[in-house]
């Protein structure tokens, strides 16, 4: 099993930034890929964005790039969303997800493990 846990979500102004971090524990031997989901009310979960373990691979939603960058904290052994230039579309619940394996990054059921979730709100 592995828990992750999620933190650094809250309520900002339009263009402000925000840092998330994703706490992973338990047998994290077979995760190789982690990435951060999120989800507004009413609408699908979407991939945000992704990286592998050993940082060779990053992909970031079109809606993010740019703006968002994906990062794994070794010091902290923390995966880290640093986001910028935040708008009020960027207003979800943020989920940190690992996996074993992916073929589409962007797809929620290849992921076995998630958090519980962060909040993020954007005002404009």
């Known amino acids: 099993q592995v828990q992750l846990v999620e933190s650094g979500g809250g309520s900002v102004q339009a263009g402000e930034s925000l840092r998330l971090a994703c706490a992973a524990s338990?047998?994290?031997?077979?995760?190789?890929?982690m990435a951060w989901f999120r989800q507004a009310p009413g609408k699908e979960r979407e991939g945000v964005a992704g990286?592998?373990?050993?940082?060779?691979?990053?992909d970031y939603a079109d809606s993010v790039k740019g703006r968002f960058t994906i990062s794994h904290d070794d010091v902290k052994n923390r995966l880290v969303l640093q986001m910028k230039r935040l708008k009020p579309e960027d207003t979800a619940m943020y989920y940190c997800?690992?996996?074993?394996?992916?073929?589409?990054?962007?797809?929620?059921?290849?992921?076995?493990?998630w958090g519980q979730g962060t909040q993020v709100t954007v005002s404009s």
């Open positions: 997800a690992a996996a074993g394996g992916v073929v589409r990054w962007d797809t929620p059921s290849v992921y076995d493990y």
């Open positions: 990286r592998d373990v050993r940082g060779d691979i990053e």
């Open positions: 338990g047998f994290t031997n077979g995760t190789n890929y």
